[in-house]
């Protein structure tokens, strides 16, 4: 399991530059954006399979992430980072101790918005909490408000494009290179990585999303 561990608040909340945006900003630096923008790459990018974002970024030039992702997505991965990293660190941590060690501890970490595994869960429900639901909710509504903020979000795109050219390496960067960076209409499909790989590059698991309003 390869984790890129955010930085959180206290309160285990992640992104605070980006989620205090207000709908009266109109800028944002490259680096006051850096951490929203590695979040991206490492997390929500992979609510789509590597292959359908090309595919995307084909039929969509001069359009980048920030356009193909919605405000759901967004607001989804961030939930559900919240949510798990304290397990994820946590089943990180037993993988590199030997048998007995692993054997004799104690499991500590639990999910913060969601039922634990094993909760025997009514017909139709999915186990998020409803503080969980209210979150996402709250986070939604503020990310759409920032998406149609079009001056901001232009600011973003540029500093998307700023990224990928800052970091080329064998993640998203190099198989959607062309949603956003300059040289993205020169890579062929024999320079992709295999969707497999994609997936097991930086392993994380996300439910499906709901299609955005």
């Keep these: 399991m390869n984790l890129k561990v955010m930085e959180r608040t206290d309160d285990g909340k992640i992104l605070i530059t980006f989620i205090s ?12 954006h850096l ?32 356009d193909k992702l919605t405000a759901s997505d967004i607001a989804y991965s961030i939930l559900c980072y919240e949510n798990g990293i304290d397990v994820w660190m946590e089943r990180f941590q037993m993988k590199q101790m ?37 979150y996402y909710h709250t986070l939604l509504e503020k990310i759409k408000g920032l998406k149609v903020n079009k001056e901001l979000w232009e600011v973003m795109r540029d500093n998307w494009r700023m990224y990928l050219n800052k ?11 062309s949603m956003g960076g300059h040289n993205g209409a020169e890579m062929e499909e024999d320079d992709m990585l295999d969707e497999e790989d994609i997936n097991h590059a930086h392993a994380i698991d996300l439910p499906d999303d709901d299609i955005e309003d």
Aim: aromatic share 14%; hydrophobic share 35%.
């Design 167 to 177: 970091n080329r390496r064998g993640s998203f960067m190099h198989v959607a290179a």
């Design 21 to 32: 945006l207000t709908l009266n900003t109109i800028t944002i630096t490259y680096d006051q």
């Design 98 to 134: 030997n048998t007995a060690a692993r054997y004799a501890y104690t499991h500590t970490a639990t999910l913060k918005y969601h039922c634990p595994p094993g909760t025997k869960l009514k017909a139709y429900q999915d186990g998020w909490t409803q503080q969980g639901r209210d």
């Design 35 to 66: 951490e929203f923008l590695t979040f991206m790459d490492f997390y929500v990018s992979k609510l789509s399979a590597a292959r359908e974002l090309k595919t995307w970024s084909v039929n969509n030039p001069g359009k980048t992430l920030l």
